[in-house]
């Protein structure tokens, strides 16, 4: 594959130590290393070498910066090209000096994702890894970190690899008998369909199971915390964050909008959406924050209805608990600090026991008991810590679906004894979507998209 040389600044931008360049492409080493001036030709350098020295402007010989140079030859870099990585101290103005100069020669900027890319295209991983290296760069949680981490090394590869290893035997299999129409032989065949996309599917569905989880991970479970003003949700949201960005005050209703923060308890993060009080007002401004609020109430996986427990319960709130039966909810009876006037007996005919925590988040009391009922219901207590393959990516999740759906679809083909070459169809289908999973048979314009969500220098 011929390409041209690209070049970008790998390290995280900002001040640190050192900053990394990275230049790839078939001239990526003469290129720099008529930039180079150190104790050895660059041109010569053996493969997964460092060396010292500087890099000088190619006109005027001035010195430009002190760098070590790393040479990686083909095929045994990241990007599978011959790669040089240069360290340059940290910050921005060594960092700009070296690229002007780089991009004075026959290299130009990558574009973000192209490193990823080539790496994709050298065929030294496959597109459920490269999507795997985003997920790396954005995780928020050391569980997501490791779930990534997972997949780049190739986790889900290998399954969906064996899936479709299984579904090419069938193909091979139909393929055969399909020249033998008797009876028998369709018979053996059609059972013999059934049982490998029986197990196919079984598979899948086993890794679809996973996905949920794999989402909470990468993602945070999306928590909208709910309720009547002025019954403690901001500063529910302060407790949980442990910092001040939501406003607390006396006056009901200041949260005019949804106010987002990240947290992480017991290891699952959360994505606490605090939401204007819930309630029926003329107040135009509140209204929209009403309006958001249900629509936070929508989208959240896990609910907190936040209740104060120093009045009784109010119509809204019982209007609330109607609505919002059947979710993943966690009544918190707040306050428990003033004189007690709900009824719990009430909250009782909504709520399971265990969902109901009573707490006062002005006194730090019970926030410890609110924090083992997330994760208890999440993952029945804890995170697996096992070697468990989580799908995380809403593109893998709806591919494996296709691919679920194709396999249902011979499997009942099969059932009904509807002639194998029409079956075969249907595998070949499943075969395909699982490959796009990895990238054997996905499109250029998907190929695109899904890199150009890298950030510059990846
Ligand atoms: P929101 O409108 O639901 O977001 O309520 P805020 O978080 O703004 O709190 C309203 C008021 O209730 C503030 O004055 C808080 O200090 C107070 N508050 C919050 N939690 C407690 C609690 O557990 N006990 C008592 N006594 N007051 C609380
Ligand atoms: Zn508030």
Request: charged share 25%; with cysteine; net charge negative.
């Amino acid at each position: 594959m011929i390409s041209d040389t690209i070049a970008a600044v790998s390290s995280a931008v900002g001040e640190g130590g050192i900053a990394i360049i990275r230049v790839s492409g078939p001239d990526s080493i003469p290129q720099v290393a008529a930039l180079f001036r150190g104790g050895k030709q660059l041109t010569e350098a053996p493969s997964h070498t460092v060396h010292y020295g500087h890099i000088v402007h190619p006109e005027s010989g001035e010195v430009l910066e002190e760098v070590l140079v790393t040479i990686m030859r083909a095929p045994r870099s990241f990007t599978t090209e011959d790669v040089v990585e240069i360290s340059t101290h940290g910050g921005v103005i060594s960092v700009r000096r070296v690229m002007d100069v780089l991009l004075r020669q026959q290299i130009r900027l990558a574009e973000p994702g192209e490193f990823t890319k080539r790496a994709f295209l050298g065929g030294r991983i496959d597109l459920s890894q490269a999507e795997a290296v985003i997920d790396l760069i954005r995780s928020k949680s050391d569980r997501a970190f490791s779930v990534a981490l997972k997949q780049v090394e190739g986790s889900l590869s290998q399954q969906i690899g064996d899936f479709r290893q299984s579904l090419l035997e069938l193909l091979a299999h139909i393929e055969v008998n399909i020249d033998y129409p008797e009876h028998d032989v369709e018979t053996l065949t059609a059972a013999f369909i059934k049982e490998k996309s029986g197990e196919a599917i079984a598979g899948i569905d086993r890794l679809l199971k996973t996905a949920s989880q794999g989402k909470i991970l990468r993602e945070g479970i999306t928590t909208a915390i709910i309720g009547r003003p002025n019954v403690g949700k901001s500063s529910l949201l302060n407790a949980l964050a442990r910092e001040n960005k939501a406003i607390v005050t006396d006056i009901p209703g200041t949260t005019r909008d949804v106010i987002e923060e990240y947290v992480t308890i017991n290891q699952i993060p959360l994505k606490l959406l605090d939401t204007a009080g819930i309630r029926e007002t003329m107040d135009v401004v509140e209204k929209i924050g009403v309006e958001r609020s249900k629509a936070a109430v929508s989208e959240a996986d896990l609910i907190l209805l936040v209740l104060n427990a120093g009045e009784p319960l109010h119509d809204d709130e019982l209007e609330l608990m109607e609505q919002i039966r059947g979710r993943q909810v966690l009544c918190i009876m707040n306050k428990m600090d003033l004189p007690q006037h709900l009824d719990k007996g009430q909250l009782l005919q909504f709520f399971d026991e265990s969902a109901i925590v009573s707490m006062s988040v002005l006194e730090e009391e019970g926030l410890d008991r609110l924090e083992e009922a997330i994760s208890e219901l999440f993952f029945g207590g804890k995170l697996e810590s096992g070697d468990m393959t989580y799908v995380s990516n809403v593109r893998h999740v709806a591919l494996l679906n296709k691919a679920r759906q194709s396999l249902t679809d011979a499997y009942e083909a099969a059932e009904q004894l509807i002639p194998i070459d029409m079956i075969q169809i249907d595998v070949r289908l499943a075969w395909e979507q699982l490959g796009e999973i990895v990238g054997d048979t996905a499109a250029d314009s998907l190929l695109d998209q899904i890199f150009s969500q890298f950030c510059l220098g990846k």
